[in-house]
C-alpha cells in the first residue's frame, strides 16, 4: 500500500503563485509517474501535469508556461510550482503516483486525499 499525502494549498489572489508538495509512503519499490490533477465543482478530475522518473514531463494547456512539476526521486516526493494562478485555477487539487510495490508483480495507481487551491479575483 502506497500513502500519498499533499500540502501547500491554500488562498491566494489573482497573480499570485503556490507551491504544492505530495510525499509517497509505504513499500515502495518504485514510482514510474507521478502527477497532479484537479477537479472543480462540477466538473471531472483533469490532469494538470505529469512527470516521470526521468523527469520528462506533460502539462495541461491551460498550465503551461505558469505551472512547473519537479520531483526528487530518492525522495518519492513530487512539486507543482504554480504562478500567475488565475480564479478559473481553483479547485481541489490531488496527487498521483504509479507505483510499484514490494511484493507485487504489478504498479498500482493510489491518490491522496487533496489539497484545496482557492484563487481570489
Known amino acids: 500500500q502506497v500513502q500519498l499525502v499533499e500540502s501547500g494549498g491554500g488562498l491566494v489572489q489573482a497573480g499570485g503563485s503556490l507551491r504544492l508538495s505530495c510525499a509517497a509512503s509505504?513499500?515502495?519499490?518504485?514510482?514510474?509517474?507521478m502527477g497532479w490533477y484537479r477537479q472543480a465543482p462540477g466538473k471531472q478530475r483533469e490532469l494538470v501535469a505529469a512527470?516521470?522518473?526521468?523527469?520528462?514531463?506533460n502539462y495541461a494547456d491551460s498550465v503551461k508556461g505558469r505551472f512547473t512539476i519537479s520531483r526528487i526521486n530518492a525522495k518519492n516526493t513530487v512539486y507543482l510550482q504554480m504562478n500567475s494562478l488565475k480564479p478559473e485555477d481553483t479547485a481541489v487539487y490531488y496527487c498521483?503516483?504509479?507505483?510499484?510495490?514490494?511484493?507485487?508483480?504489478?504498479?498500482?495507481?493510489?491518490w491522496g486525499q487533496g489539497t484545496q487551491v482557492t484563487v481570489s479575483s
Open positions: 498521483n503516483a504509479d507505483a510499484l510495490t514490494l511484493g507485487l508483480p504489478l504498479p498500482k495507481t493510489s
Open positions: 512527470i516521470t522518473s526521468g523527469g520528462s514531463t
Open positions: 509505504g513499500r515502495i519499490a518504485s514510482i514510474n509517474v
